[in-house]
T-cell receptor, first 115, second 113 residues
Framework: GAGVSQSPSNKVTEKGKDVELRCDPI?????LYWYRQSLGQGLEFLIY????????KSGLPSDRFSAERTGGSVSTLTIQRTQQEDSAVYLC?????????????FGAGTRLSVL | DAKTTQPPSMDCAEGRAANLPCNHS???????VYWYRQIHSQGPQYIIH???NNETNEMASLIITEDRKSSTLILPHATLRDTAVYYC??????????????FGKGTKLSVIP
């Protein structure tokens, strides 16, 4: 596709349920990033994938959060046993990698609401 | 990443040039200046970046002072759709220090009809 695609655009769930958020990066981009943005706040880095290298998971806030990237393309961010503080917009970005300015292009995000 | 300072808000009349300043007095020699913007309820959008030369693309121009301690993003003919929060970021352009984007509070630009 022309840009980064995220689904669903909105997700409402009950506390304690698991959720899966999907990101489809720009074709040919080897790097993929997940960020979180709470209301009125800046970006919070969660995880970074680069090609076949081990991902940088240093930003994941707890072991309830995990992410995978299959076949070097689509990525899924999973949150288990959701809590109300997980409510935020989850943003995915992709880039050509850590070269050439590493310009990250973002999707529209998934707005997660945990009731 | 070097710290940046931006005014919290600015107004601009529709059709006029919007000039958004950014101070980055502690910038290192290998750090680039990037600009992103975020329109309400949308993901951040890349605008432009540069190292030391002025840059222009279809969206904007970036003017970097000779000492690189400050820069200005110029939207030549602002439209209502340019109303957004604009973020100035300074970081290395490649390698391990380049992948985590950190946004400050940015400048909320309001384009007024």
């Amino acid at each position: 596709g022309a840009g980064v695609s995220q689904s669903p655009s909105n997700k409402v769930t009950e506390k304690g349920k698991d959720v899966e958020l999907r990101c489809d990066p720009i074709s040919g981009h080897t790097a993929l990033y997940w960020y979180r943005q709470s209301l009125g706040q800046g970006l919070e880095f969660l995880i970074y994938f680069q090609g076949n290298s081990a991902p940088d998971k240093s930003g994941l806030p707890s072991d309830r959060f995990s992410a995978e990237r299959t076949g070097g393309s689509v990525s899924t961010l999973t949150i288990q046993r959701t809590q109300q503080e997980d409510s935020a917009v989850y943003l995915c970005a992709s880039s050509l990698g850590l070269v050439g300015g590493n310009i990250q292009y973002f999707g529209a995000g998934t707005r997660l609401s945990v009731l | 990443d070097a710290k940046t300072t931006q005014p919290p808000s600015m107004d601009c009349a529709e059709g006029r040039a919007a000039n958004l300043p950014c101070n980055h007095s502690t910038i290192s020699g290998n750090e680039y200046v990037y600009w992103y913007r975020q329109i309400h309820s949308q993901g951040p959008q890349y605008i432009i970046h540069g190292l030391k030369n002025n840059e222009t693309n279809e969206m904007a121009s970036l003017i970097i002072t000779e000492d690189r301690k400050s820069s200005t993003l110029i939207l030549p003919h602002a439209t209502l759709r340019d109303t957004a929060v604009y973020y100035c970021i300074v970081r290395v352009g490649s390698g391990a220090g380049s992948y985590q984007l950190t946004f400050g509070k940015g400048t909320k630009l309001s384009v007024i009809p």
